[in-house]
């Protein structure tokens, strides 16, 4: 178990310091052992790799390769922003809630702003990435690693598409199941969902690294990863505005029981879910930086 977590703190180290250390890194830890503390060692490696990275080691990558890795990171971290976002709309779906914002300037005000940068984001999410798509799709015969990226992805839409399917059947069975197990099956979906899109999106890297992808789209790419992440700050200041007028104008609708056991309440829901918009939207910030400074600079035509 030791062994398998830290090859996995291995792999949470960015490229540059892999390609670099990566096999004295492991050689040390096969010699060694992988303690408990070797492991724990390895993971504020990681992190401090990632937040404070050396020049030296970071110029090790191809100015296309530095724009792949950016453009990567702001599409994992918008499966898990849109995951949050999806959250904010459930737990605001009561009518309750449209009431509050049509009385309250602020409230209506801010949930608007986060609508229209969702739709924005998503536009500039889908403008990015249908031109790689359809790039990849047209190498995945010749290239075996693109190949495998496309099979993933497919495999998880398919296992998201089984999911929903079993989940809308037992949700209309003859009798209808118990409050319990609807709590059970809806938790699960989301699992099985976010574990798919997480699956999406690091299909979505190998493709990137395995495809042979001209500079144009690189750019065209790096330009969208950096609206997406401009959006999704906005989106996190316009929760955290939504967030602070709820338990300031309507404090009795900010305390009501939330989620399908009635707990947490909406101010500990809605906090949950700005803890999640900054998590994601502050890596994808950082992402969006590096890819367009690569694609500024110029970027390579493959990942080599």
Known sequence: MNARLARLALALYPLAYRRRYGEEM??????????PRAVADLARGALSAHVRPEPAVAGALGRGERVRLGVSAVLLCWVLFAAAIFAFAKTTEEPAFRAAASAHAVLGGAHSTLQVLFVLASMAFLLGAA?????????????PGVRRAALLAVG?????????????????????????????????????????????????RRGLFAAAIPAAALRLAAGCAAAVAVAMIGIAVATLVYLVGLVTSVTALASTPNGPLGNPDVRVSLLLVLMVMVATAVPAALGAKRAW????????????
């Open 26 to 35: 492991a050689a040390l830890v096969e010699d060694q052992g992988a303690s």
């Open 131 to 143: 031109p790689l798509v359809v790039i990849a799709l047209a190498q995945a015969r010749k290239r």
């Open 156 to 204: 998880c839409v398919a296992v998201i598409v089984v999911a929903t399917g079993a989940v809308v059947v037992v949700a209309n069975h003859d009798p209808a199941p118990s409050e319990g197990a609807r709590t059970a099956l809806l938790a699960g979906w989301i699992l099985v969902g976010v574990a798919c899109a997480i699956g999406c999106a690091l299909a979505a």
């Open 293 to 304: 400074r690569g694609a500024v600079a110029g970027g390579e035509r493959s990942a080599g």
